[in-house]
């Protein structure tokens, strides 16, 4: 199973990016499906999640600004960043919960991680 995050990169306050995650080995549609973020010295944080029957979640500081979305024709699930803000400066990966059930924003929960990908917020 390998998990490639894509879409990073630098963009100013207020700005958009689209974050991709794509599978090989695994069909991410059966499977729920998180995001988590971690800035130097922080912990690892749940940013968002879509479960196995396409339930959404979002983590407070995201909420109406983030959107969870599956393409499951291109095995991939994606992370619409809008509004963005400084403090979203991390490095975010996406990571599958094979087994479900469990608190979707628990880093314990998941099963297979990708590399990540830098998203940094700066004027």
């Known amino acids: 199973v390998q998990l490639v995050e894509s879409g990073g990169g630098l963009v100013q306050p207020g700005g958009s990016l689209r974050l991709s995650c794509t599978a090989s080995?695994?069909?991410?549609?059966?499977?729920?499906i998180g995001w988590f973020r971690q800035a130097p010295g922080k912990v690892r944080e749940g940013v968002s999640c879509?479960?196995?029957?396409?339930?959404?979640y979002y983590g407070d500081s995201v909420k109406g600004r983030f959107t969870i979305s599956r393409d499951n024709a291109k095995n991939t699930v994606n992370l619409q960043m809008n509004s963005l803000k400084p403090e979203d400066t991390a490095r975010y990966y996406c990571a599958i919960d094979q087994t479900a059930g469990g608190v979707w924003y628990s880093e314990y929960e998941y099963d297979y991680w990708g590399q990540g990908t830098q998203v940094t917020v700066s004027s």
């Open positions: 879509v479960s196995k029957s396409n339930s959404t």
């Open positions: 080995g695994l069909t991410l549609e059966n499977y729920s």
